[in-house]
Each structure stands twice: as C-alpha cells, then as structure tokens.
Antibody
Framework: QVQLQESGPGLVKPSETLSLTCTVS????????WTWIRQLPGKGLEWIGN???????NYNPSLKSRVTISVDTSNEQFSLKLTSVTAADTALYLC?????????WGQGTLVTVSS | QSVLTQPPSVSGAPGQRVTISCTGS?????????VHWYQHLPGTAPKLLIY???NRPSGVPDRFSGSRSGTSASLAITGLQAEDEADYYC????????????FGTGSRVTVL
C-alpha cells in the first residue's frame, strides 16, 4: 500500500524559502504524477503543482514564479520549494499521488511564515 | 482560489440523508471533466471518497454516492453516522487560466 509522508521545517521567516519533501513508500513511484497541494487557514484546497518520474512539471499560474518541484527517483521523494514567502503562504501543505484523481495523500505538514 | 462552490456547512441527524452540492462552470464540470470527492478529518490524510463522478474506491461504504449533471455535481450520504462528521471537498479539472486542478470551497458535515 502506497504511503506518503511530508517533512520539513514548520516555521519559515518572511522573504525566505519554504522547502518540503514528500517521501513515497510502497511502490509505483515511476508510474504516476506526484503533487503538492495546500490548505490555507479557514479556506479550501489549492493545487500547487505536480511532477512525474522524469521531472516534467506543471504549476499553478498563481504560484508559478515562486515554485519549484523536483524529484529524487533514487530515494522515491519529491520536493517543493516556494521562494519569497509571506504570511499569506502559511498553510497546511499536503502531498498526494495523481492518477486521474488524488489518492493517496499524506497527512500534511503545517508551515507557518513568521519572524 | 477555489473555483468550485460548495455550501460551507451541512448537517443532519444520525440515519438521515444529506447532500453536498458542487457548482462549477463551463470550463470545468460543464466541460465534461470528471468530479472527484474527498473526505478530510483534521489531523489525518484526506481520503478519496468518490472518483469519476460516481465510483467508490474499495472500502468506501455504499452510503456514499456521487452524481454529475451540467455544471454541477453532488455527493450524497445516506444513513448518516457520527463518523461521517468531517470536511468534504469536490475536485475537477479546469481548462482555463492554466490551472489544471481545482477544488471546491469545502463543506463541513455535522452530525446532530
């Protein structure tokens, strides 16, 4: 059974770079797209972007200028970097597998942007 | 940036039937793109509930059902149980503005 686990700092200072990693276990890493999604406080879910095994990416236009998603196939991990963060980037960040729909998901990691 | 609209809250007594609507537009649901539904209990991983409008993954009770018509979709929960108290999100694909995947605003289901 495929499982995903997010990891990374829970606190990031304004103007700095948010960096998170999602580790995939249980197989199928090469067969799907892998996605980052975030839930802003009191709001719904927002798709950030996704990447496939070969490194092909798609990004949400609203975040594209600040987002980089990369993949580490040897460790079956993919990562998110979001630059120049502000308090508006405070959110629960989730990773998920994309194969027509998002399934499964990680539990998410809360990232707070504050000095 | 939710482009799919859901009611903020839905409630019902145990055993009742509740429905959650998901209203989109001609660039997403109305364009024929499939709708998927997720259940999220805070602190846990969101769970796929319905895929491709009306299909349940293995392990999801048949109390949950989905439908799509025109620019909208809906999720129905029959025989409401206390464990169904959670947040529910619809999701589809959107062909405009380069935003591939869009979610609903989310609905909190409360079991009275």
């Amino acid at each position: 059974q495929v499982q995903l686990q997010e990891s990374g700092p829970g606190l990031v200072k304004p103007s700095e770079t948010l960096s998170l990693t999602c580790t995939v276990s249980g197989g199928s890493f090469s067969s799907y797209y892998w996605t980052w999604i975030r839930q802003l406080p009191g709001k719904g879910l927002e798709w950030i972007g996704n990447i496939d095994y070969s490194g092909r990416t798609n990004y949400n236009p609203s975040l594209k200028s600040r987002v980089t998603i990369s993949v580490d196939t040897s460790n079956e991990q993919f990562s998110l970097k979001l630059t120049s963060v502000t308090a508006a980037d405070t959110a629960l960040y989730l990773c998920a597998r994309l194969g027509g729909w998002f399934d499964p998901w990680g539990q998410g990691t809360l990232v707070t942007v504050s000095s | 940036q939710s482009v799919l609209t859901q009611p903020p809250s839905v409630s019902g007594a145990p055993g009742q039937r509740v429905t959650i609507s998901c209203t989109g537009s001609s660039s997403n649901i109305g364009a024929g793109y499939d709708v998927h539904w997720y259940q999220h209990l805070p602190g846990t991983a969101p769970k796929l509930l319905i895929y491709d409008n009306n299909n349940r993954p293995s392990g999801v009770p048949d109390r949950f059902s989905g439908s799509r018509s025109g620019t909208s979709a809906s999720l129905a929960i029959t025989g409401l149980q206390a464990e169904d108290e959670a947040d529910y999100y619809c999701q589809s694909y959107d062909s405009s503005l380069g935003v591939f995947y869009v979610f609903g605003t989310g609905s909190r289901v409360t079991v009275l």
